[in-house]
């Protein structure tokens, strides 16, 4: 009696995808760089140029690469020179006083500042993992997806692929890595298919101790609020709670090219981030994306592939739109709708069900968590069957 190739690996059975190698990820990319001797104003001009958040810095006469160049560190070294120490203190609400204080100081302070953001030619060289939140990483083309994701379940952003020497192939980050997973998720294994089904409430993602700013809060307590918590973005609420706009790390580089914006609230920030980026690519740009508890994970990585975010809000309705709507508990949701199917882009083979309507959240919810990239690799790392990180899953065939 024959058996199914699937029953034997290396007989025609689809290779996990955690078993592909980095450098089949990053083929043809062009990588974009930046010279160690660059001010930080044409660094950032750069990451505003090529809509990215980290470069990796080339040393032209050692012809090496002397570390990455991430928002974060700019973020870090604007609070240093603004005479805070970031998130040095990590028990209290000093650091965030400080910068507060900084906020509202002088015109003249602001003057100050725009020539310390180096109008005078500061090297970016000097802020190269300055905040310590995404250092120059580096693995090789062999390397296996199962050791990057182990690597981005810890909090690291992207890696360098290198060539040979000291060349880069290119660099892999948790989008193009989240992407490659959701594009081949039809052929999830059943663990990752049960994770992906699974509620955000159940996965412990609706922690209610989401960091947040208002509206009218300053610039630089934002800054110092992403640096102590060591997060990528924060979530703007109003007075009660709810979710009017998102501050990202990505906004920190339009600080770089209109330093009064130093001294603006969090939302005049992320009103001029929103509009540069509209005059850029001609494309209106939504505050914020936002489910509710009741969602699955796979209709949270759908949100986040169509959208391109690198997180997304998770949102419940406030106590007395409960008490309006019947229920008290939350927990009772709208039977669901019929499936159907819908292709998530134009460019995308990959079809997804349409979800109830329960799953999107409300302008009028409360914030109650959030789902980010980070997240969800971590939680398809930990869901993983026990295999030594080391071990290269495609020599398994």
Same mark, same amino acid.
């Given at each position: ?158 890696? #360098?692929?290198? *060539?040979?020497? @000291?060349? &880069?192939? =290119?660099? +892999? %980050?948790?989008?193009? !890595?989240?992407?490659?997973?959701? $594009? ?50 924060? #979530?703007?609420? *109003?007075?009660? @709670?709810? &979710?009017? =706009?998102? +501050? %990202?790390?990505?906004? !920190?580089?339009?600080?770089?090219? $209109? ?139």
């Amino acid at each position: 009696m024959s058996s199914s190739n699937n029953d034997h690996p290396g007989l025609g059975a689809t290779a996990h995808w955690l078993s592909i190698q980095a450098k089949d990820l990053v083929e043809n990319q062009k990588v974009i760089q930046v010279n160690s001797t660059a001010t930080i104003s044409q660094a950032c001009d750069t990451l505003i140029k090529h809509n990215i958040q980290s470069v990796p810095l080339y040393d032209p006469q050692t012809k090496t690469y002397v570390g990455m160049f991430d928002l974060h560190d700019l973020a870090t070294y604007i609070l240093l020179k603004r005479g805070g120490g970031g998130s040095e203190d990590s028990d209290s609400d000093s650091a965030v006083h400080l910068q507060v204080a900084a906020a509202r100081s002088s015109s003249s302070g602001l003057a100050r500042d725009a020539v310390m953001m180096g109008k005078k030619g500061d090297a970016v060289s000097l802020l190269s993992d300055m905040s310590h939140m995404n250092p120059f990483y580096s693995v090789l083309p062999e390397t296996t997806l199962a050791q990057v994701v182990a690597v981005f379940a810890r909090g690291t952003h992207r890696v #360098a692929v290198m *060539d040979g020497g @000291d060349s &880069i192939r =290119g660099i +892999l %980050s948790q989008t193009r !890595v989240i992407r490659y997973f959701f $594009e081949h998720s039809d052929a999830a294994s059943p663990g990752e298919a049960r994770l992906l089904d699974t509620p955000l409430r159940q996965l412990g993602l609706v922690t209610n101790d989401v960091v947040r700013v208002h509206p009218t809060s300053p610039v630089v307590q934002a800054l110092a609020l992403l640096e102590r918590w060591r997060i990528s973005s924060l #979530a703007i609420v *109003d007075e009660d @709670d709810r &979710i009017v =706009g998102n +501050l %990202s790390v990505a906004d !920190v580089k339009y600080l770089a090219k $209109e330093r009064r914006l130093v001294g603006a609230t969090c939302m005049e920030l992320v009103q001029a981030a929103r509009f540069v980026q509209g005059m850029r690519d001609g494309r209106d740009r939504a505050a914020v994306f936002s489910v509710r508890p009741e969602a699955t994970l796979r209709y949270a990585l759908t949100k986040l592939i169509a959208t391109g975010a690198h997180r997304v809000w998770v949102t419940e309705p406030r106590h007395e739109d409960r008490l309006r709507s019947g229920s008290i508990s939350g927990d009772l949701a709208p039977p669901p709708m019929p499936v159907r199917r819908a292709s998530v882009s134009s460019t995308s083979s990959q079809t997804v069900a349409i979800a109830p309507q329960h799953y999107a959240g409300s302008f009028n919810d409360k914030v109650c968590g959030v789902v980010s990239l980070t997240d969800i690799l971590r939680l398809l790392t930990d869901n993983q069957p026990t295999v030594p990180p080391e071990l290269n899953y495609a020599s398994m065939d």
